[in-house]
């Protein structure tokens, strides 16, 4: 099924990628193209199979109730693009 | 002398390491000599020539106290640019991750440095290890080495292109990949050397740049099978930061190599493998891989794996889908490009606007797409369920044979630019890669020939899960049979 | 206990369904090692996960998985054997990955059961649809800078329980009682400290109308982040009447989430774009699927305290105590334990402990503004304080203020009895002279008491009490009186 500008339009802001104006309709045809291509798995019978959830067949590993991580903010915040007082700073959150 | 030192294959420079016929710092001069007269070919994201000497004199100091660390103490590796490194900037080829240095080092880089690897640098790779040609990176494509016949600069392959081309252009003498759709086995075939993808769930992910988390997996791109057990043995292990890691003893891989052989050894010869299209030579070879196995004692037989169609297409939802969500973390807050915006959403819209290549964006979009309300039973839940027929295929196929053997490539390198419009015949690079990551399963490429241009290709091998010693020692029967000793013109020209 | 709004058209019943946040008491957070702890500075309880940044991955804390199944269980609900990690994915800053790890399709409890108890002393059960474990989001702070919001960390990751009720609440006092019961049994199990102000406790309301008589439901409205349980009463009264406003007038409702307004005791459309809500859930492909063994559940369950319920039946059937005064007693799991420990020692009568509890405890806490876990007056002393009045060392009314001095001074009220001297007064002589001495005063009185006015008998009694300050044993201060009075 072919994607219309308007659904484009849409993802992209889910995705929070700004996608210019001109760029929207040729992006359209790229994505429907490969949303057609991968529409043949709707030909394969999967009648009674389980979707995947582990590629190999192991348990999941926990760890215990132990504090070990933690107290390094000058690491956590070293990369922010803006920082103030300890603080990951962003554009003002209008609620 | 420094020409010499470069062609040695891991195992080799170990010996003469140990018998002092060299030292890991002259071992490093020469490849950093090599890297730097490499620069045309763009496979390096970052060279790190100060800390390498400062790691090889530490490993000679080491060796004159008797303290080595281990098979790869002091020998020059390169690392793929996804791999979380310590003091040194981590790109995943992205413009997204500017300026951005970890904090922290991945198991597998860890576990390298830890056993006295010397790292000369960083390798160029696509954008978030996205793409089959290395065309993607935010810093520039690759050129392969090889050029064979064509006069013309060829891709390396992807995503691990920098690293497959810094093996082959003998930077390093074993470098460090990613795996996620075939991203170590393509470029090795492409580029004529050996790289593995080992079962998923041998080598921590942790500190990796996540593409697909439940595909990605690291392994070795070197020169040599005996090479490629080496470095496995010192990367693979659990590790506890990595919930899908798994616990399973990791064996000796090189003694495995040495002391086994391949009589006995069934090998299964897929018939949905003959893909239309495919170049006679391709198919030529693989029917030599085969003879050259039962030469050494196996038997051949033929196998059916039926749903290998839908691999293809089941990945590039699978994939897609998991990126969106991984990549999700590059907004602009915590690392990285920043984009200003008048409001929050237009920060995170600009920020990845502006951060990603098309590639990236392209597969954010349709991984969001396909997990969106209304379209996730249709496209993603439908493309797990045949994930799993995919990996009952596999299964059914080792109650019977031992190995798979496929060709790793539908084509041998092609020219930079090529493919770049029409993603689905981009796509198309991994048909014979792919279904060993949606099933968890080990897999390698070996260089087993040149084409009529002079370019090499190689033979694909898919093992059952955690049989990697079973994996290797095929291939190295293969190794031995096909006394692959293409150079690549890069390097023949250096001489 | 029924709650109707009485419409033009008919009575109106409103349908509640409440979710609630329980943020889970363990020392690290869900899926890394960072500390829990509330008022830490900034960005220092925070992890490379918990901050997400490239390549860091979840690893599951098995004791937040423990606590989930203990809550599943004092609910008495099902534990699913295998459950899932999924990711809801969406943009905001103080949500470091993009997207929250919780439990969607397959939640680690499914239903369960919860007795609530009215306030007419009769009890109701209402549906537990789930309970799932998911992470917290840091926290924005945006009245810091005119022009930025700042963000910290270090709620981030911490683990929550998500608890969903089915559609069962039918009036505010109900939902009320829920979440009283709800936040009593978390605090039993001890997987939460139920602190609403703090914010460890928060609840999401669904609230929908329906004319008496229907069967469907009508579209319900989800009222966001209500911080106290007097506001989601509030809450729900007001959205409850709104609803019932717009469909008299015509309006339509619509499918939307509403913030509370505590100020105005209003709720307000958050008017958020729709289609930015698709949380596009899937299995995380970082973690395996949850397995908790039938083994660790049964050891799970036979590690369980006495919940309140239990508590309560043991209370009435064993202890002799009234349902009500049993009720009041295990609504908090801090009363229970202060009861019991009283009761713990010496051969003391339930009733008695309970009406001093319920008594005098209450009303000295209450003034003083404090909880019963911080009472000046320990269960040790409380119950020595029994013992004098039971022993007949002190009068009960001797008794009381002993009481207000140890909630002053927290002495022993041994020590006290004896430093002031109160003990009881039994020596029959000596009640004899003063009760003389009261009847020799008063002759007029006495002769009226003689004459059959029997009720002046009680005046004379507080007259002896009072003279002797309270100390004289009251039953032989009446037989005395009776005798002299007759005389």
């Known amino acids: 099924m072919p994607l219309d500008i308007e659904t484009v339009r849409n993802i992209a802001f889910l995705a929070r990628i700004k996608v210019p104006e001109d760029e929207l309709e040729a992006l359209a045809g790229e994505l429907s193209n490969i949303l057609g291509w991968v529409d043949q798995l709707a030909g394969v019978d999967t009648e009674g199979v389980e979707p995947m959830t582990s590629v190999v067949e192991m348990t999941l590993h926990e760890r215990e109730d132990v504090v070990n991580e933690g107290e390094r903010p000058e690491d956590v915040l070293a990369n922010a693009p803006e920082r103030e007082d300890g603080f990951f700073a962003v554009p003002k959150v209008v609620e | ?495 | 206990m029924s709650f109707a709004i009485e419409g033009e058209a008919g009575a109106w019943e409103v349908v509640i369904g409440l979710e609630v946040h329980a943020q889970v008491i363990s020392r690290a957070k869900l899926f890394s090692g960072a500390a829990t702890d509330f008022g830490a500075e900034p960005n220092t309880q925070v992890s490379l996960v918990d901050a997400a940044m490239p390549g860091m991955l979840p690893v599951l804390n098995h004791e937040c998985v423990v606590q989930a199944v203990r809550t599943g269980l004092a609910l008495d609900a099902k534990i699913n054997p295998v459950s899932v990690f999924e990711r809801k994915n969406y943009f905001y800053p103080d949500l470091p990955a993009g997207y929250q790890i919780s439990q969607y399709a397959q939640p680690v409890v499914g239903e369960g059961t919860i007795t609530l108890d009215l306030d007419d002393g009769s009890t109701r059960e209402v549906g537990i649809e789930r309970l799932h474990l998911e992470q917290d989001a840091g926290k924005s702070l945006h009245d810091q800078d005119p022009g930025r919001s700042f963000i910290d960390l270090n709620r981030s990751g911490v683990a929550l329980m998500e608890i969903v009720s089915k559609p069962d609440l039918r009036s505010p006092e109900e939902a009320g009682a829920y979440l009283r019961k709800l936040r009593a049994i978390v605090r039993y199990v001890g997987a939460c400290d139920g602190n609403m102000e703090q914010g460890s406790l928060r609840c999401d309301v669904n609230v929908s109308v329906r004319m008496e008589g229907e069967t469907e439901l009508r579209t319900r409205t989800e009222i966001k982040n209500v911080n106290s349980i007097r506001f989601v009463m509030q809450a729900i009264e007001y959205e409850a009447r709104r609803q019932v406003e717009a469909y008299e007038t015509g309006e339509v409702v619509v499918q939307e989430t509403r913030s509370f307004d505590s100020g105005r005791g209003e709720t307000r459309s958050m008017r958020t774009k729709e289609f930015a809500h698709d949380y596009r859930y899937f299995p995380d492909p970082d973690l395996l699927p949850l397995v908790v063994s039938a083994d660790e559940i049964e050891r799970l369950r036979a590690d369980l305290p006495e919940l309140p319920d239990v508590k309560k039946r043991r209370f009435v059937d064993e202890l002799g105590l009234g349902p009500y005064d049993a009720g009041v007693l295990v609504a908090e799991k801090e009363t229970a334990d202060y009861f019991e420990a009283v009761l713990a020692k010496g051969a003391r009568d339930p009733k008695q402990v309970s009406n001093w509890v319920t008594g005098e405890l209450f009303r000295m806490l209450n003034m003083r503004g404090v909880g019963i876990a911080d009472s000046p007056v320990g269960p040790e002393n409380l119950g020595r304080l029994i013992d004098l009045v039971a022993d007949g060392t002190i009068t009960g009314r001797i008794a009381k203020d002993v009481f207000d001095d140890m909630a002053e001074s927290g002495a022993d009220p041994a020590v006290i009895v004896k430093d002031k001297g109160l003990e009881q007064i039994t020596d029959e002589g000596a009640i004899e002279a003063a009760v003389e001495a009261i009847v020799a005063a008063n002759p007029d009185k006495a002769g009226e008491v003689r004459a059959g006015k029997t009720k002046l008998i009680g005046w004379f009694v507080g007259q002896v009490m009072q003279a002797t300050g309270g100390k004289a044993n009251p039953r032989a201060v009446n037989t005395i009186l009776l005798q002299k009075l007759r005389d």
């Open chain 2, 1 to 495: 002398m420094s020409r010499g030192l470069t062609e040695l294959t891991v195992s080799e420079a170990g010996d003469r390491l140990a018998e002092s016929e060299v030292t890991a710092e002259a071992l490093t001069e020469a490849h950093l000599a090599a890297a730097e007269a490499a620069r045309a070919l763009n496979i390096f994201v970052c060279e790190t020539p100060d800390r390498a000497l400062e790691q090889a004199r530490a490993s000679d100091a080491r060796r004159a106290s008797g303290e080595i660390l281990g098979p790869l103490d002091g020998i020059p590796i390169a690392v793929k640019d996804l791999f979380c490194t310590e003091d040194v900037p981590t790109t995943a080829a992205s413009h997204i991750l500017d300026g951005f240095t970890a904090p922290y080092e991945s198991t597998v880089s860890a576990k390298l440095k830890a056993a006295g690897a010397v790292m000369v640098g960083k390798t160029n790779l696509d954008e978030f290890a996205m793409g089959s040609s290395n065309a993607t990176s935010y810093f520039g494509p690759v050129k392969n080495p090889w050029r064979g016949k064509t006069g013309k600069d060829l891709v390396p392959g992807g995503s691990s292109g920098g690293s497959a081309a810094a093996v082959a252009a003998r930077t390093c003498l074993a470098a460090i990949g990613t795996d996620t759709g075939g991203s170590i086995r393509q470029p090795a075939s492409l580029c004529g050397v050996v790289g593995m993808k080992p079962t998923y769930g041998r080598c921590s992910r942790w500190g990796i740049v996540a593409f697909a988390s439940s595909l990605d997996q690291a392994g070795p791109i070197t020169r040599t099978v005996r090479d490629a057990a080496i470095v496995l043995g010192v990367i693979a292990g659990h590790d506890p930061r990595d919930s899908t890691s798994a616990r399973v003893e990791v064996p000796d891989f090189e003694t495995a190599l040495r002391a086994g052989d391949v009589r006995g050894l069934k090998v299964g010869i897929p018939k949905e493998y003959r893909v239309d299209g495919t170049p006679d030579e391709i198919e030529e070879l693989w029917e030599r891989g085969a003879d050259w196995l039962r030469d050494a004692g196996a038997s051949v037989e033929a196998i059916s794996l039926p749903h290998t169609e839908y691999a293809l297409p089941a990945y590039y939802i699978v994939a897609p889908a998991e990126a969106s969500s991984n990549l999700a973390r590059y907004d602009g807050v915590r690392f990285g490009l920043r984009v200003p915006g008048e409001s929050l959403d237009e920060m995170y819209e600009n920020t990845r606007g502006r951060g990603f290549g098309p590639e990236v964006r392209r597969r954010v979009l349709i991984g969001t797409y396909v997990l969106s309300a209304g379209y996730y039973d249709a496209y993603y839940v439908k493309a797990q369920r045949v994930r799993t027929l995919i990996a009952r295929d596999f299964h059914k196929a080792f109650e019977r044979v031992d190995v798979v053997l496929t060709p790793t490539t539908p084509s041998a390198a092609f020219p930079i630019g090529e493919k770049m419009d029409d993603p689905i015949a981009m796509y198309l690079n991994d048909v014979f890669t792919v279904p060993a990551n949606l099933s968890g399963l080990p897999g390698i490429s070996v260089p087993a020939g040149l084409d009529a241009d002079g370019l090499p290709l190689g033979l694909h091998l898919i093992g059952r899960p955690f049989d990697e010693e079973t994996v290797l020692r095929a291939a190295q029967a293969l190794e031995n049979a096909a006394k692959f000793s293409g150079v690549p013109d890069f390097v023949e020209a250096r001489r």
